[in-house]
């Protein structure tokens, strides 16, 4: 008979196959009512309780990575035979789901999906964390781009979970970890370029039997991308070269680093600079593989006639040029490298927080590269508080357009009972029923107040509980407020804004059917429904 329950979660549907390390269920909290993706493997025999404790250290470990590009853990634990780690449930798709469907994908969404794990993995190399395993089945990327990096594990974790690298694993692998070498950071940017080739290409950078292809790994250089993906920017080609290096020293320091290549090469592409001056973003251009031709084409030169000898030489391999392109690459990575004052982190992150920016890419870029940093470093600084006020309200911005997003798509099954009850009480707010938002809000802050999981709707309870109190509202009585509604209603039906008129009806019959005390105005509110579906038919 099937598993149907693990520690506190039923186990609802699949979402894997089962495997020997396991199957993933969605689940759902029997007492918090929250649905959680659940991974659960079967114990090994002759588990000993140092094993046990180790499991459960690295858990306690695993549950503060906390980042917007990573699947967050919850917890776990263990049954009888068996143990499960419990993730957060990720609306989307995991990224070979997408190559599967798509074949390969633009150079832009690579792009962008590329930052966003590198992100993720500057987030986790600073705490310490090594992923190792990367392939597309571990990035999840949702309906509205973003992309989350899942199955992050220490030793004690894998080794509970057992298995060994399958075929996908190797052709993701770097050549170091083939060999026997510990995974560290180089090991991590190599599967960002392995991920950044199949996503541009379709394909791995290389495909063969698991013997065979340990080999191709360890010793062949990949095909260059630009040779085989016509819209593929050479710069962006060889940032996917230096990733790929069979040598670690040669690949970019640092997923910082990496990080500024992006940014640098992407914008002075945008301005036309040519690839030589690339050097200062990260990579050298030095490294890519296209013949003089397709150089000349990026850097803008165009061929002049031989005047002299001495004119032979191309202006890109004149030694006072690659000297000028060494410096400006030195004096980048140095600037780059020195840490950000506190002072400067919170400059930073208020120009991208409104009300500088009203974009929420601005606001989440604030959150990541800002604030989480003065939270880490500067824990005792005199912008902790601030910085902590910032974070709460960016997570509670992105959280509320989940809902919205959710609520448009009909996917509200996924919520759990905090999320409905904050929604239902924003409609009060909307609809201009103060006093019964209000009353849902301060109910929803007493019941979910101290339960882990329900943060972002007691935040926003909060923020609407103040929002309201501000208003000074008066003691006037719920059936005034919807008799007064009903006869904006009419006046906008009688002024020919028919819509206007039947949203409002609507709402008072979705929002007070349950009202005894109100049931003679929705009671109005729903005749005049029936009379517009009858005079539209």
Not at 28 to 35: D, F, I, T, Y
Not at 419 to 447: H, I, N
Request: aromatic share 8%.
């Amino acid at each position: 008979m099937a598993k149907s329950r693990i520690g506190p979660f039923a186990l609802e549907v699949p979402l894997s196959q089962q495997k020997r390390t396991g199957q993933v269920f969605r689940g759902l909290h029997l007492e918090q009512r929250k649905s959680a993706a659940l991974r659960v493997f079967p114990i090994p025999m002759g588990l000993t309780p140092e094993s046990r404790q180790a499991f459960a250290n690295q858990l306690e470990q695993l549950k503060l990575l906390r980042h917007a590009g990573i699947v967050r853990c919850y917890g776990g634990g263990f049954d009888t035979r068996s143990a499960y780690l419990a993730y957060e449930m990720v609306d989307g798709e995991s990224l070979d789901k997408t190559l599967e469907r798509r074949g390969r994908l633009p150079w832009e969404a690579t792009l962008d999906y590329s930052r966003q794990i590198t992100d993720a993995l500057l987030y986790a190399h600073q705490a310490g964390w090594i992923h190792g395993r990367l392939k597309p089945d571990k990035i999840l990327v949702t309906p509205v781009g973003s992309v989350k990096v899942g199955d992050w594990r220490r030793e004690a974790i894998s080794s509970m979970m057992g298995g060994k690298p399958d075929v996908e694993q190797l052709q993701f692998s770097a050549p170091e970890l083939l060999l026997g070498q510990p995974a560290d950071e180089k090991t991590d940017l190599y599967s960002v370029g392995a991920l950044m080739y199949a996503m541009l290409t379709g394909q791995p950078p290389f495909t063969a039997d698991a013997q065979e292809l340990a080999k191709l790994v360890c010793h062949t250089p990949p095909p260059n991308v630009s040779a085989s993906v016509m819209d593929c920017p050479v710069w962006l080609s060889a940032i996917v070269d230096q990733l790929l290096s069979k040598d670690p020293q040669q690949r970019p320091y640092s997923a910082a680093a990496l990080q500024l290549a992006f940014k640098e090469a992407e914008r002075r592409q945008a301005e036309g600079v040519g690839v030589l001056q690339h050097a200062a973003a990260g990579f050298s251009p030095l490294q890519m593989k296209v013949d003089r031709a397709e150089a000349e084409k990026v850097l803008g030169i165009k061929k002049k006639k031989k005047r002299r000898p001495e004119d032979d030489t191309p202006f890109f391999e004149r030694a006072w040029v690659l000297l000028l392109g060494l410096v400006a690459a030195v004096g980048a990575i140095v600037w780059f490298l020195l840490p950000l004052s506190e002072e400067t982190l919170r400059a930073r992150a208020e120009r991208l927080l409104p009300p500088a920016s009203q974009e929420w890419m601005d606001w989440n870029e604030a959150r990541d590269d800002y604030l989480m940093q003065l939270v880490r470093r500067f824990p005792n600084g005199k912008h902790i508080e601030w910085s902590v006020e910032k974070i709460d309200w960016v997570n509670g911005r992105e959280y509320e357009r989940r809902l919205k997003r959710e609520n448009r798509t009909n996917r509200r099954n996924q919520w759990t009972d905090a999320d409905r009850q904050y929604w239902t009480a924003k409609e009060y707010e909307d609809f201009g029923d103060l006093l019964t938002a209000l009353d849902k809000y301060r109910a929803l802050v007493g019941l979910y107040g101290d339960t882990s999981g329900a943060e972002q709707p007691v935040y926003l309870a909060n923020e609407g509980i103040t929002r309201i109190e501000e208003r000074a509202l008066g003691e006037n009585q719920l059936a005034d407020f919807v008799a007064s509604k009903l006869d904006e209603a009419q006046r906008d039906y009688d002024q020919a804004r028919v819509l206007d008129a039947r949203d409002k009806w609507e709402w008072i019959v979705n929002l007070y059917a349950d009202n005894q005390e109100l049931e003679p105005l929705v009671t109005v509110a729903q005749q005049r429904l029936d009379e517009l579906k009858n005079r539209n038919k």
